[in-house]
């Protein structure tokens, strides 16, 4: 069994920055995928982010250039940093991990930026 602790997040201005972490403790299968969701109020619960355990990358078009996912295999940890945050970032962001065993989410933070 998987799970998964979340720390960062919170208020932050506009134009600001926050960074994320996701650790994962259990039985940690690869491969896998390392994901950060969000959703907004009101919004369906959309991908930010993914990370393979090979470090392959992926974005949603709306943080591009702006959001970096990593991870640190050898502490099962993923990241993100958020950079130039806008108000339409707000939301409850969600790691998750996938594996051809399953997936395991964390537990939700608020990240709210305030214009």
């Known amino acids: 069994q998987v799970q998964l602790v979340e720390s960062g997040g919170g208020l932050v201005q506009a134009g600001g920055s926050l960074i994320r972490s996701c650790a994962a403790f259990?039985?940690?299968?690869?491969?896998?995928?390392m994901n950060w969701y969000r959703q907004g109020r009101g919004k369906q619960r959309e991908l930010v982010a993914a990370?393979?355990?090979?470090?392959?990358?992926t974005y949603a078009e709306s943080v591009k250039g702006r959001f970096t996912i990593s991870r640190d295999n050898a502490k099962d940890t993923v990241y993100l940093q958020m950079n130039s945050l806008k108000p339409e970032d707000t939301a409850v962001y969600y790691c998750?991990?996938?594996?051809?065993?399953?997936?395991?989410w964390g537990q939700g933070t608020q990240v709210t930026v305030s214009s």
């Open positions: 998750n991990l996938r594996s051809p065993y399953g997936s395991t």
């Open positions: 259990g039985s940690i299968f690869s491969p896998n995928v």
């Open positions: 990370i393979t355990s090979s470090g392959t990358t």
